[in-house]
């Protein structure tokens, strides 16, 4: 069978981390984090608490990742740690949730931008999105160093204009218009509300971390991947909360918080306050952002999908390799047809990330927990890296990632339920393949394995 081509360098692999995460988040959410925690101080804090979420989860994945260096990430960590239906459940719900979901409307974000500066109808909004996801198909089914190269150059430059967001706020901006930055909000009264404006704020801050985990989904095509993929998503996750502190603190040195609060494009908006054309520059550094986040989840996520696959639990088409390219061209080709049919019904992606950030988190959670798990279980394996300051460090990011889960459900209970809806439909799909894997072995019994037994 033709085997994945490995090519992706630590560089390459800290590109995809990166560049994972910083797409249109961290230039439509401010606002909506503001609206709840309507101080600078607040702000702030919570985009550093997300900072030290996505750290603790880096650590702690990290290990696992030093331990299972091939293809599939997440969905090989939860497939060995607890069983094949939560790896394949995993796996269901990046195809028709989330990732598919996200490239749908990172493209559709890409084509509005693109019409900011090239007017166009909302029938060329939808050709246009539809076109970016052909270009980032083609691209990823090519060659693995062709979609490497693609997700550097688009990091890079997004990167760049983000750097020179943070130089015009920092430089020129002024710091009275941060008001009393170590003041609390008295809209928030009591301990309660305060909670709660917590846990929805980090709605949006989780949504604009998401992603570092995606180095791991490519270890199948990684040189040295024990060593490269765990130091990628540690240095993905510093250099990306680093940034994002950076640029919330620009925008509070551009703009008063009132201001923030009633921005639907914050970005553009504060740097407009120094520079005129600032909204045209704005919107070409989003669209270069989106459209390169895009290509990279074209990119990772196919590998899960391919995984299952390898693994009987999906169709075998999808296992395939193609003999020229040694991508896995089938399971590309399959988001990204899923991606334009959501692409076609939503036409917009604003209530889909809460969803998608609830469905993620769940999983997030089971993952940090697979570290104790494989200590117990396989004390023996192999592990060039091991979690720094354990057990602390899993337990921080098990224990909010869990909090954050549990206050979602109670606050935005119908996007979750949504969520919890796709995974009860993966566990009748995933039985019928495992029935169907028994049929074809002959063996007539159970098709799972759980690590360690």
């Given amino acids: 069978m033709t085997e994945l081509r490995k090519e992706l360098t630590l560089y390459g692999l800290t590109m995809v981390a990166i560049g994972s995460c910083i797409g249109s988040g961290i230039f439509l959410t401010p ?131 983000i750097s020179g967001l943070i130089l015009v706020g920092l430089v020129w901006g002024k710091a009275g218009t941060m008001g009393a930055i170590a003041s609390i909000s008295e809209s928030i009264e009591r301990p309660e509300s305060m909670i709660t404006a917590i846990g929805v704020a980090l709605i949006g801050v989780l949504w604009s971390y998401g992603g570092w985990q995606h180095a791991s989904f490519v270890a199948g095509e990684a040189i040295d991947a024990r060593r490269t993929v765990p130091r990628a998503m540690i240095i993905g996750a510093i250099v990306v909360t680093v940034v994002y502190l950076l640029a919330n603190l620009a925008y509070f040195f551009l703009l008063p918080v009132e201001a923030i609060i009633a921005s639907d494009s914050v970005a553009a908006d504060a740097i407009s306050t120094i520079i005129p054309f600032g909204g045209t520059l704005i919107a070409i550094i989003i669209a270069i952002s989106v459209f390169g986040t895009a290509g990279i989840y074209t990119l990772s996520a196919p590998r899960i999908y391919h995984a299952m696959a390898a693994d009987g639990l999906f169709f075998k088409k999808l296992a395939e390799v193609h003999p020229r390219f040694r991508t896995p061209v089938n399971a590309i080709l399959v988001q990204s047809t899923w991606a334009v049919v959501l692409l076609l019904l939503w036409g917009t992606f604003e209530d889909v990330i809460t969803y998608v950030v609830f469905t993620d988190w769940i999983f997030f959670a089971l993952t940090g927990a697979t570290v104790f798990i494989f200590r117990r279980k396989r004390p023996d394996i192999e592990r060039p890296y091991s979690t720094f300051g354990y057990p602390v460090t899993p337990i921080i990011f098990i224990g909010i990632s869990t909090l954050f889960v549990i206050n979602t459900l109670i606050e935005r209970p119908l996007h979750a339920l949504a969520g919890l809806l796709f995974m009860v439909i993966g566990v009748i799909v995933f039985l019928y393949f495992r029935k169907r894997r028994a049929g074809e072995s002959g063996s007539g019994g159970d098709g799972s394995q ?3 037994n």
């Fill in 450 to 452: 759980v690590a360690g």
């Fill in 31 to 161: 606002s909506q984090i503001v609206t709840q925690l309507p101080s600078p101080l607040l702000a702030l804090l919570i985009w550093a608490v997300g900072g030290l979420i996505t750290l603790t989860g880096a650590l702690t994945f990290a290990e696992l990742g030093s331990m299972f260096p091939q293809a599939g990430g997440v969905y090989t960590y939860l497939k060995e740690g607890y069983g094949e239906i939560f790896g394949f459940l995993y796996g269901w719900a990046y195809l028709l949730v989330i990732t598919s979901g996200a490239i749908a409307a990172l493209t559709i974000a890409f084509a509005q931008y693109l019409s900011f500066i090239f007017p166009m109808g909302q029938r060329g909004i939808t050709v246009v999105a539809i076109a970016a996801i052909v270009v980032v198909t083609v691209v990823n089914i090519v060659r693995v160093k062709a979609a490497e190269v693609f997700s550097n150059v688009f990091t890079g430059l997004k990167l760049l204009g």
